[in-house]
């Protein structure tokens, strides 16, 4: 049994590394980040006038935070 180079681990034929907590948190923070980015963008579009209220704001990004995080986590696992 040969191991890998990168994690150690056993190196069968599906072997995939575990990823470094580091680069999860990052990837994290990316997506969070693109989604409430996203959520402006989406803001600037439906709402030009700006009506929105600060808290629907916070809503609004958090949402898109979430919603990015979400799709991230489900497509990469
Ligand atoms: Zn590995």
Redesign the pocket.
């Known amino acids: 049994m040969s191991t890998?180079?990168?994690?150690?681990?056993h190196?069968t034929e599906s072997?995939?590394?575990?990823k470094r907590p580091a680069i999860v948190a990052a990837e994290i923070t990316a997506s969070a980040l693109a989604g409430g980015f996203i959520g402006l963008l989406l803001l600037a579009i439906f709402d030009p006038t700006e009506q929105i209220t600060g808290v629907d704001l916070i809503l609004v990004v958090a949402a898109g935070a979430m919603a990015c995080v979400g799709i991230n986590r489900a497509t990469r696992g």
């Open positions: 890998c180079p990168r994690c150690k681990g190196l072997h995939k590394c575990p």
